[in-house]
């Protein structure tokens, strides 16, 4: 139970990890031809970085960058949370409120990298020329199925 235990913490501060560094990154999307990539906050071509985002003022944009900002405090806040159960909670119990933050963490993954996909991917707003997905849009996919998994054990283990 303790080895289980302390995998599910470290998967969790690995998600959180990734979920930080897919958000803050910029390279979402990547162009085939010229070294640019275009991310949530900016925009780099060469490896000059400009905040002008040719679809910077669209509300979906603001979605998924609000989304973003919440999966990441509901990550880091289940993690307490979790810390904080582990510790004070009686035997038996199981760590249901840590499990439901995580799931909330989920969802606000789910719904802005949905948003994400459905607006920004592949479509002509980015490059002009062919593209392809970035590693932050990987890893935030990668952190989607983390934080479910994570959220699921939660709601079902139980304090040994």
């Known amino acids: 139970m303790l080895v ?10 690995a998600a959180a990890i ?3 560094v897919s958000t803050i990154s910029n390279v979402w999307m990547v162009s085939n031809d010229v070294a640019s990539s275009v991310g949530l906050w900016k925009n780099c071509t060469s490896g000059n970085c400009t905040d002008t985002l040719s679809y910077g003022g ?3 944009l603001k979605a998924v960058q609000a989304f973003m900002i919440l999966s ?9 949370v979790f ?11 199981r760590f249901f409120l840590s ?5 909330v963490c989920w969802f606000c993954i789910l719904v802005g990298v949905s948003i994400y996909t459905h607006h920004y991917a592949h479509s002509k707003k ?14 935030t996919w990668i952190c989607f199925c ?6 699921i054990l939660y709601m079902v283990l139980r304090k040994k």
């Open 4 to 13: 289980l235990l302390a995998g599910i913490f470290v998967v969790h501060i």
């Open 18 to 20: 990734m979920l930080f």
């Open 58 to 60: 669209e509300d979906a």
């Open 72 to 80: 990441i405090i509901f990550c880091v806040i289940s993690l307490v």
């Open 83 to 93: 810390v904080f159960q582990l510790f004070t909670m009686e035997k038996g119990n």
């Open 99 to 103: 499990g439901s933050t995580m799931l």
């Open 126 to 139: 980015n490059f002009t020329t062919e593209n392809h997905h970035g590693y932050c849009f990987i890893l």
């Open 146 to 151: 983390f934080t479910f998994i994570i959220g």
